[in-house]
């Protein structure tokens, strides 16, 4: 057994829309969610012919629990790198007030802190991560206007609700009741980015759980297969993989 990985998210003091983004902290300990090495008996479902890995040439997520763990860790390297950008800017300031600097800048940190946290995650848990683990991929962020206020928050927007919808939509996929626990916990997270986003584009309006994500009907958010949010996160990625085995 590999050992446990341990990640806390700790967040600052703060009032108004920062108070919604205060979370408890993701922690991973020996009495809690432990992603651990594969071994030999179950070498058939997470390390057999599924497995992430390259295959005709290109990386492949796989199936079973650690393809969905590679899909996430994808979307998180894609998130990670948009909010980079953004307070790296040289107009940041010029953009946005103090409080929502503040905000994107909350987000940033949550969303490298899930990447890092897949990436090591995944080496601990994969046979062979030297050729099993996802490489860091290229981004392509040419359609945003980085001068433009409301492209940026549209764009953080789109990338947010596409997270939710995701996480949504993986969780019938896995098997493990502690990697269910680890999707439910960082899903939690995205819900609040995309809520958090979405007030700061319309302030004091309903629109932080609209109806095009929450279901009046049902009050459930909208959730989706991989094959229908890989081709909307695939307009940003350059680096090619597939998905052959994910539904």
């Known amino acids: 057994m590999k ?25 991973m300990a020996a009495t809690g969610l432990l992603l651990t090495g594969c071994n030999n008996d179950d070498d058939s479902t997470n390390n057999g012919p599924y497995a992430p890995g390259v295959r005709n040439g290109k990386f492949d997520l796989g199936s079973g629990d650690l393809g969905v763990l590679t899909y996430a860790y994808a979307l998180e390297q ?11 800017l040289n107009n940041f300031g010029a953009l946005f007030n103090s409080e929502e600097q503040q905000v994107l800048s909350d987000l940033y940190a949550h969303e490298v802190i899930h990447r890092e946290f897949f990436k090591v995650a995944l080496t601990g848990a994969l046979s062979n991560p030297s050729t099993q683990l996802l490489p860091a991929l290229e981004f392509d962020f040419s359609t945003v206007n980085f001068n433009s206020r409301s492209s940026i928050l549209g764009t953080a927007k789109a990338l947010e609700d596409t997270g939710v919808a995701a996480y949504n939509g993986a969780g019938k ?20 980015h995309a809520s958090a986003i979405r007030s700061l584009i319309n302030p004091n309006s309903n629109d932080f759980a609209g109806d095009d994500v929450v279901s009046a009907s049902s009050g459930l958010d909208v959730a989706k297969n991989p094959s229908q949010i890989l081709p909307v996160a695939g307009g940003f990625i350059t680096t090619e993989f597939t998905a052959t085995y994910l539904p």
């Open 3 to 27: 050992n446990a990985v341990t990640v806390k998210e700790q967040l600052t003091s703060g009032t108004n829309r920062r108070s919604f983004l205060k979370i408890s902290g993701l922690t």
């Open 78 to 88: 894609l998130e990670a790198d948009f909010y980079t950008r953004v307070v790296n």
């Open 173 to 192: 996929l896995i098997t493990s009741t502690e990697y269910l626990l680890l999707a439910g916990k960082i899903v939690s997270v995205e819900a609040r």
